[in-house]
């Protein structure tokens, strides 16, 4: 048998000083990342979009790699939203009882923020929900925010701009509606360009106002519907979804109990009381 190697204190030093050295250039490494980063901004801010995700690069993905770390995901704080970024933010959501897509929507944010992963749910007047009031005030064609008065039409894509409420139709955005270029004189509502609403961007506008801040965001129902979770037991103010499955809704309204929902239902219509069975195919009662 080899007699065992004997290392001098000069070896060690030496291995030692190499160590020291990897740490500190690692350490650099970090440093330079971090400062060549853009300048962190709040998640909840106004300048960050509603649904921060994979491949977008911005203050807002630095302040939210930032965040992450705090929960030991260990990240190169650089700005970018990249495969290591979507990782974390998925075993972030995972571990916090969220729903995991890797989307930072409003409430991986308020989790994020330390607002809790739920918001607090809207106050409540005279046993109604403030989220039924306000859908029912517009129905009757009462002024609120974003909106002079007057009973709201239906309209493609309306109510999905950067603010809440009524907004033009686009009867082009998403492959359209063809209703909305075959309109007459007796059948107006829904004309490209015309100030109205669709039916995700009815709940949203509703859901603003009774929350005060824009909780579902303006992206359409697949978006909300994830924003959301499903329940058993709708109460009035609830969600309610159609379409061939959660991952594909094509229609939501707000329940007000006793079968029936008020909603944006179709081109050529105002918003509206429905029975829910109007709606078509039921996925089922979300709640936010």
């Known amino acids: 048998m080899k007699p065992r190697s004997r290392i001098t204190r000069i070896e060690i030093a030496a291995v030692s000083a190499v160590a020291v050295a990897g740490v500190a250039l690692a350490a650099g490494t970090a440093n330079a990342a971090t400062a060549s980063a853009p300048a962190p901004i709040k998640l909840t801010s106004s300048a960050c979009p509603t649904d921060i995700s994979y491949g977008q690069h911005s203050g807002c993905v630095?302040?939210?790699?930032?965040?992450l770390n705090k929960h030991g995901a260990g990240l190169a704080v650089d700005g970018d939203f990249g495969p290591a970024t979507l990782a974390a933010v998925?075993?972030?959501q995972g571990s916090h009882g969220l729903s995991v897509d890797g989307i930072v929507g409003p409430k991986t944010k308020a989790?994020?923020?330390g607002g809790g992963s739920t918001p607090p749910p809207p106050p409540t007047g005279g046993g109604a929900s403030k989220i039924v009031s306000f859908a029912q005030?517009?129905?009757?064609?009462?002024?609120?925010?974003?909106w002079g008065g007057g009973r709201v039409p239906y309209g493609w894509a309306g109510g999905h701009t950067s603010t809440p409420g009524p907004s033009p139709?686009?009867?082009?955005?998403?492959?359209?509606?063809?209703a909305c270029w075959t309109a007459t004189a007796n059948h107006t509502l829904g004309h490209n360009g015309q100030i109205s609403v669709d039916c995700s961007g009815f709940v949203r506008w509703v859901y603003d106002l009774a929350y005060g801040r824009?909780?579902?965001g303006s992206d359409a129902t697949y978006g909300q519907i994830r924003e959301t979770h499903k329940v058993s037991s709708p109460v009035p103010g609830d969600l309610v979804f159609f379409g061939s499955g959660?991952?594909?809704?094509?229609?939501?309204?707000?329940?007000?109990?006793?079968?029936k929902m008020i909603d944006a239902l179709e081109t050529g219509r105002y918003i509206e009381t429905d029975p829910v069975s109007a709606g078509g195919q039921l996925i089922g009662y979300y709640r936010f």
């Open 137 to 146: 005030a517009i129905e009757a064609g009462k002024a609120e925010k974003g």
């Open 111 to 113: 989790s994020l923020e």
């Open 90 to 92: 998925k075993s972030y």
């Open 214 to 216: 824009d909780v579902l």
């Open 169 to 178: 139709a686009d009867c082009g955005a998403a492959g359209g509606d063809p």
């Open 246 to 259: 959660p991952s594909n809704p094509h229609h939501v309204g707000i329940y007000i109990g006793g079968g």
């Open 62 to 67: 630095t302040e939210l790699q930032q965040l």
